[in-house]
Structures are given as C-alpha cells and as structure tokens.
C-alpha cells in the first residue's frame, strides 16, 4: 500500500467499522470463553465494546505509521507491516482492557474470546484490504487510501 | 539527438518522416480550424466515432479496457495504430534491450494492463499458473509458491517482485479477445489533428492497407493520444560518430536490434564499452555478463557521467546508491502511482516545481537484483567488468573498432579501445521529434511544459486543445511533466486513463464507475465474459 494520513485514517475508519462490524456481528455467537448463560445482547456489547477500542487505538496507530513511513525512501507500507503490526495493536488493547479503559468491560475477558475475535477480524480485514477493496474502490489504491473527499 | 535512420515501431515504423508520397501538402492543412466543408475539400472519405484513440499499444489499450468498463462500446471507440497486439512496440524495445519473454520486466505485481483493479496480481496469477511457469521453467512447489509469499514480504530482506514479460504478453492477449480489441481499431497512421469548428476533432490518418494508400479522416467527438516514444535517442558524441564514419555496426544503441555485437562477442571475444547507469544499461551488462559466464572472452568497459557512489539525499528524502547506481524498485518511488508523491506533485501548480521533483524521485535509477548484484562483484573481482567515470571528448573509428578519449573529474584523459560501443541512454520522447505530435503543436494550439513534453492538465487534457464540447487528452510518455510522475509505465497509464475516464463521466459521455458497476465487471473479466 502508499497510503496518505488522510487515506489511512479513512480506511481504518472504513476497515474496523464496516468489514470489522460485518465480522463482528457474525462471529459472536460463536466466541469461546463467555460465561455460560451470557445473553446474547451481553454478548455484543462485549464485543463491539472491544472493536471500538482497536479504532481508537487504531487512529493514534495510524499516526505512529505514517510518522514511521515518512523514513522510506519509496513512501509506501510493505504488505508485511499489515501483518506485523498485529503484535503491537494486540498488544495495547490488551493493556487497555487490563487497565479498564476500555467502557462497557471492567476486567480483562478471558484471552480465548477477546484475541479469537482480535485475529479474526485482523485476518479479514487484512484479507479485504489486499483483494476485494481494489475491486468495490476501483480508485481507493490509486488514492493513498482515501475513499472521499479530494 | 535523434538518429533519423532508425525505426522503433513494428507497425508502419518510423513516425518522423516529414513528407509523404500521399499525404500532402494539401492547402487546407495550413488551417488549424477546419470546417465540415474543409474536411471534404481534403478529398478523403470521412467516417466518424465518438471517441478515437491513436497509438494502439499499452497506453491505449489501458485506457480502452476501462473506458469498456465505464459502459462504452467498441462502436463507441476506435483506435487508429500501426500494430495488431498493444504490446508489440513494448515487445519490440524489451527485445532488443534485453528482455526476452521469461525475463522480469520492472513493475510490480498489481500493474497489470489487462486488469485496472489490480487483483489479482501477476505474482498469484503465476502461482496458480503451472502452464506459465512450466513454460518458463520454473517447476516445483516451492517455485509455485515463491511469487505469492515473495509479494507479502517484499521489500523487506527480498527484492521486489516482478512478473514475467510473456505474463503481460499472455494476460493482455486473454483482454484483446475478452474486448474484441480488433473492433476498435482502424488499422494506419495518424497524420494529422485539427479541430473541428463546429466542436470536436478531424484526424487525418493512412489506413495500413498497403493497396489503397488513400487518406481517411476520422471525426471525433474527443481524441486521446498515447503514441509513446517518437524513435531512439543517441549521446550526442555517439550520433556524431554514426554519422560521420557511417558505421552503425560499431555503435548501437540498446533499443535498436544489435544481436550481431553479442554474436561476435561470443565467436571473437573483445572490449564493449556501455554507456549510460539506467536499467536499459544494466541488463546490457547483466547480458554480457552471462554470456562471459558462458565462456565469452569479452571484457566490459562501463562508462558513467554520474558515479553514485552512495546513498545520496538526507533524513526523510534518502535513496540508496552504490557501485555508481541509484537504487529504487520502480523509475519512481511507489508512492508516485498515488500516495504521498502523486499527492505532492498534484499539489505543485508550478511546471519547475513538478520537474525537479521528477528529477529528484525519478532520473537514472536500476532496482537491486541479487543475481545482477552477484555478477557485477564477480566481474569487478575478475577484472572483466570494468567501470569508468567521465566525459566522453570523443569516439573515432579505431581499425578495428572504436576509441573513446574519456576526460575523467580530476582532468586526465585516456583512450579507451572497444569493439562495440552500446548506448543505453535512451529513448527519444522530445514531441517536436514525432511527426503527429509537432502538428499538434504547430496547428492544434498544443503547448510544451517545464520538461519540454506535451503540457497537460490534472486530467490528462491537452491545454490549448479544446475544441467545443470536444477534448483532446494525451497519456505516456509523451506528456512527462505533467501532474502524473509515471505516467509513462503501466500503472502510470492506467492512472492516467482513470482521471481521463473521470473526467469524460463528469461530462456525461461514459458512465462514473462506481462500488457497484465496478464489481459487476470485475466480476465478468473473472469469468472472461465481454464487458
Ligand atoms: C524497454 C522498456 C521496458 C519497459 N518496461 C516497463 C515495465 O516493466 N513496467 C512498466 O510499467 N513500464 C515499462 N515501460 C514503460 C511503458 O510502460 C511502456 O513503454 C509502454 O509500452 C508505453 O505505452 P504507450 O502507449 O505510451 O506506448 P507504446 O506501447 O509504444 O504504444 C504506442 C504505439 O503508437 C504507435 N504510434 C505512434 N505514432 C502513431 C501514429 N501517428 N498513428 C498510429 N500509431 C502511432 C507506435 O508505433 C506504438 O505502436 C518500459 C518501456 C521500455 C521502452
């Protein structure tokens, strides 16, 4: 990818809310670790509790990124940091969840449920990302990532 | 400099001719606005398209391939070319600078010209093609897989993956049966550009049957331009040589066809002098060196005007050099087809501005190959790769060969004794050099930008060429400069068409390819079904 700050932010935007919502909402019915009995609706505010919190975590990461960025020569972002970058993120939400700063969760959720959901809504997105989004956003790789605006 | 006996093109071939046994000097072409009545006191059958593109190779083979995507028909465009496949020239120039079909060309796994999306990339293409890579050679399922898993960690610790040059050939051959290419074109040569003063544009061109050399015109509501590269261009000192002495055997330039220095290199053995630091120069060396590999007794003079010692620029702006290359991946850093570069030169009103920032990005530069790496230190360390750096005084026929008198920087001169002498400086892209495009220029109110090429807007649209509701757009080489960096590559001019496409929605004569159209067709090129 070559993205812009302005395409990064707006497909992180795009990738957690639309593609890590879509997953979401699927797979939690079928996450390992809640306790027995939890509703479902329980269930999904646990959930999307956790999702919101790799956005926001995710923007202040975009930011390290293009900062980072900024020292190769080509200005792009190696398909490998997409994968790479999973050990850093991961690593924040879970302080971020052990800290409870994350609303809606007070203690940490076993690890089995929270990073089953984390790696399956990495995969995908990183997945959608390197295929299916050039073909629906025929633009979007022409663009550093922006879907709107100039 | 340009070398006026040499031809490039395939098709009819040179496009610098200046006069003609039919075209002619007709009166009417010293108008610059035609009327409905000038066209048909030209005394040439008209016919008439909505959209006409001349050229025919990748440039407008792109731009047709997403024009067909944005709902348009073959009826709807037609393209005037001396070639049958898009590909021919590009094949042409691959061949003879040294890139045969199995051989990596220099782009990356997502440019690809039969595909704008991009996905699936050429690297998964060859993992899932066994026919393509049995064909190449390349058996095993360690080979199979290595594109793909070459993709996702590249560039880091591995060089950057590039398809095969009969992938492009084969890929595109798939797409020109897909679009039914053949009917799009008007097989010829276009002459001539005037507007049309009731809006829109006549182009005056030769049709390729060779029976009936008559004049046609075509009248067009906009005209899009890719025409490449107007012929070879020679080192001024090496043009002199060819044509003073008349010897054009000693003295070739990597484009044209020079198998004869490499079978007398191999028969005989002997010094070559190449000329040049791009990445036409290197795989001439890389050429020379396998066949020294193969027991040729040559020896390889490498002569440099700019040493790129090493790494050159500071903090945020620093490419990596070495052994008197720059290195990047691609002619320009990545970013250049869209992020942070395409950004900053879109920004940059001024032409000055947008030149010296393709100075700095672009320029000669070679990508790092761990197989030309290998063989360049084995040729250093064995004595038969050589390299040199200064200014070339002059070259003078040698009996046998040539003398070069090369001053280096501290001021000394010395002779250096070659048989051949192959020029990998480049291509001519000056437009006054094409005879198509110095008409645009003379009659067609097109203007020249910082870089000395066709001056276009942000989408691609000639300045000065408009013509009533009509426009007149120009993409590749022709038109560096402009807001596009590299726009003379694949990807380049598949970005360029996509703005022209853009634009041409804008005015409501394709439609705008959104989420969903573009799905529904990326859809149909899966299944090999006609847009
Ligand atoms: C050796 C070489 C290797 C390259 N490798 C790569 C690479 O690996 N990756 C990459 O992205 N880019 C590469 N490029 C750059 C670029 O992508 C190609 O040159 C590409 O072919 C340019 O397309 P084009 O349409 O501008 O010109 P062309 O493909 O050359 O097509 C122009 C056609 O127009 C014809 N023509 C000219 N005048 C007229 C006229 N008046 N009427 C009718 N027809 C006319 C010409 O004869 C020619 O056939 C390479 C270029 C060269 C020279």
Redesign the interface.
């Known amino acids: 990818m070559?993205?812009?700050l302005r395409?990064r932010l707006q497909t992180r935007l795009f990738a957690v809310i639309v593609i890590g919502g879509v997953c979401t909402a699927l797979v939690t019915p079928l996450l390992p670790g809640f306790p027995p009995g939890t509703p479902v609706s329980e269930r999904y505010v646990d959930t999307f509790s956790v999702l919101a919190a790799v956005l926001v975590l995710g923007i202040f990461w975009e930011f390290v990124y293009h900062f980072l960025q900024?020292?190769r020569?080509?200005?792009?972002w190696?398909?490998?940091f997409g994968?790479l970058t999973f050990a850093n993120e991961v690593l924040l939400v879970w302080f971020a969840l052990r800290l409870g700063w994350v609303p809606n969760i007070e203690s940490l959720p076993p690890a089995r449920l929270w990073i089953t959901h984390f790696v399956i809504v990495w995969i995908v997105i990183f997945g959608f990302l390197?295929?299916?989004m050039?073909?629906?956003?025929?633009?979007w790789?022409?663009?550093?990532g922006r879907l709107v605006g100039p | 400099m340009t070398d006026h006996s040499a031809t490039i093109a395939p098709g009819r071939g040179d496009q610098r001719g200046h006069t003609d046994e039919s075209s002619g000097s007709h009166p009417v072409l010293s108008k610059d606005i035609w009327s409905d009545h000038d066209a048909r006191s030209f005394g040439a059958p008209v016919e008439s398209a909505p959209l006409v593109s001349i050229g025919g190779g990748m440039g407008s083979f792109a731009f047709t391939h997403i024009l067909r995507i944005a709902g348009l028909t073959a009826h709807d465009v037609r393209v005037i070319s001396d070639i049958d496949r898009p590909y021919e020239t590009y094949e042409l120039l691959c061949r003879n600078s040294q890139i045969p079909a199995y051989e990596r060309i220099r782009s990356d796994s997502g440019s690809m010209m039969d595909n704008i999306w991009g996905f699936p990339g050429y690297a998964l293409r060859e993992t899932f093609n066994r026919g393509l890579r049995r064909r190449a050679g390349l058996t095993g399922l360690g080979r199979a897989l290595a594109p793909s898993w070459n993709v996702l960690l590249e560039p880091i610790g591995v060089d950057y993956y590039t398809p095969m040059s009969s992938q492009v050939f084969e890929s595109c051959d798939r797409e020109m049966v897909r679009l039914n290419w053949p009917g799009h074109l008007l097989p010829g040569t276009a002459r001539n550009i005037r507007r049309r003063q009731e809006g829109g544009y006549f182009t005056v061109y030769l049709p390729r049957d060779r029976t009936r050399r008559q004049l046609r015109i075509v009248q067009s509501q906009h005209l899009h331009v890719s025409v490449g590269y107007p012929g070879l261009r020679f080192l001024p000192d090496l043009q002199r040589y060819r044509t003073e002495y008349g010897d054009s055997t000693s003295v070739v330039n990597a484009y044209e066809e020079h198998e004869h220095v490499y079978d007398q290199l191999r028969a005989r053995g002997g010094t070559v002098i190449v000329r040049g630091s791009g990445i036409v120069a290197i795989r001439i060396v890389q050429r020379l060196l396998d066949d020294r590999a193969a027991g040729a007794n040559l020896t390889i003079v490498h002569l440099f005007r700019n040493y790129v010692e090493n790494s050159q620029g500071s903090g945020f702006q620093r490419r990596r050099g070495r052994r008197g290359f720059a290195y990047q991946g691609f002619n320009y850093p990545k970013s250049g087809w869209g992020g942070q570069l395409f950004d900053q030169m879109m920004r940059t009103e001024s032409p000055e501005g947008r030149s010296a920032i393709i100075r700095r990005t672009g320029g000669t530069n070679i990508p790092h190959r761990r197989a030309w790496e290998k063989s360049l230190t084995a040729g250093l360390n064995g004595g038969w790769y050589r390299q040199l750096q200064g200014e070339v005084e002059s070259v003078v026929p040698g009996h046998p060969g040539t003398v070069s008198r090369v001053r280096s920087a501290n001021g000394s001169t010395q002779e250096v004794f070659a048989d051949f002498i192959i020029d990998g400086t480049g291509l001519e892209a000056d437009p006054r050099e094409h005879r198509l495009l110095a008409d645009l220029l003379d009659h067609g109110g097109a203007g020249i930008n910082g870089s000395g090429r066709l001056d276009v807007d942000r989408n691609f649209e000639v300045r000065g060429t408009r013509s009533g509701s009509g426009r007149l757009y120009a993409i590749g080489a022709a038109t560096l400069g402009g807001y596009v960096a590299p726009v003379d590559s694949f990807l380049g001019l598949q970005l360029a068409s996509l703005l022209v496409a853009d634009d041409l929605a804008r005015q409501g004569f394709c439609k705008r390819i959104g989420p969903i159209r573009s799905t529904r067709q990326w859809w149909r090129w899966a299944r090999n079904v006609a847009p």
């Open positions: 070559i993205p812009t395409g900024q020292f020569w080509e200005k792009d190696p398909t490998l994968l390197n295929g299916p050039k073909v629906v956003f025929i633009r790789r022409f663009r550093g």
